[in-house]
């Protein structure tokens, strides 16, 4: 199978892993999809059938307490509102595994959502965090959480309490403004897909050794970050079989891109490098790597 199209349903099977638990045995003894309600006064009708809620751009400025009488929720949509804060009782939906908060003005998570044991994949793209540190110590309680998006929250440095969400699986940290990722980052054993694109103050040589203590990672997205170069070390990534350099300033490989021996395929659209290298590279690194330009 096409690689590109490999790492696009892996990453798609990753996104789209509430739809198994939400269809749930029910669902399937009776053969249909649970309601997607996208009213709360529809939903408030008939609250403990509610499993799916979204309230997706409907310009909320106040979190509605009523969810929170949906105690079958296990999906909730939020995003592109206007919310600051989070009730302390958001702690109360413990059949959650679905949350999309991303394009609100949060700039807190309160600890009670450390109680949603079930949470799996977290939203919280576009939004206005002002203490990572608290916010990443919450989400470390949540032994679940394996999909996290924190996409163009400002974000200049993490805290090394990421250390702690030892079963994500798939990170989204573009459009920020980190530099270097904190030594505590290497905990991160189970993650397979990371996301740092469009981010011009990444140094991937200072990030080397803590990527290469990643044993899963298999996709690396550095999309749109303005490198120039790849350095050599690039090769004790040894465990990438995707990787994503579109949109960079790159005029070429470095020999060591050899040794990476599960590699399958590069993305090198839209970068620096004359069409008579790129056509040597297709063909000198043809048929084990694909190279795509």
């Known amino acids: 199978m096409n690689t590109k199209y490999k790492s696009f349903q892996f990453t798609q099977f990753i996104l789209s892993l509430f739809i198994v638990q939400l269809l749930g ?14 009213s709360i006064e529809e939903a408030m009708n008939n609250p403990d059938s509610v499993q799916w809620l979204t309230l997706r751009n409907q310009d909320l400025k106040i979190f509605p307490t009523s969810i929170l009488e949906l105690r079958n929720l296990k999906y909730l949509d939020l995003s592109q509102n ?29 600890g009670s ?16 965090p002002k203490n990572l540190e608290s916010d990443f110590e919450v989400l470390g309680q949540l032994p679940l959480l394996s999909v996290l998006n924190i996409k163009g929250d400002g974000i200049f440095q993490l805290p090394p309490s990421i250390g702690n969400l030892k079963s994500l699986e798939y990170l989204e940290l573009s459009n920020n403004k980190i530099e270097q990722l904190p030594e505590q980052f290497s905990n991160l054993k189970k993650l397979q897909i990371l996301y740092i694109n469009n981010d011009s103050n990444f140094d991937l040589l200072k990030n ?15 999309e749109g ?10 090769s004790r990534l040894k465990n990438l079989q995707s990787l994503y350099l579109r949109n960079n300033d790159i005029t070429e490989l470095p020999a060591t891109i050899r040794f990476l021996k599960k590699l399958e395929y590069i993305d090198l659209t839209d970068n620096k490098m004359p069409h008579i290298l790129l056509d040597q590279y297709r063909e000198d690194l043809a048929p084990t790597i694909r190279v795509r330009f």
């Open 25 to 38: 045995t029910s669902t399937i003894a009776f053969g249909q999809r649970s309601k997607n309600y996208t």
């Open 82 to 110: 206007q919310f600051t804060e989070l009730p302390d009782e958001i702690g109360q939906l413990t059949n959650l595994f679905y949350l999309d908060l991303s394009g609100n003005s949060l700039n807190q998570l309160p």
């Open 113 to 128: 959502l450390s109680n949603i044991k079930t949470l799996r994949n977290l939203y919280l793209d576009y939004n206005l």
């Open 208 to 222: 080397i050794e803590v990527l290469s203590k990643l044993p899963k990672l298999s996709e690396l997205h550095l």
């Open 225 to 234: 970050d303005r490198f120039n170069k790849l350095p050599d070390e690039i």
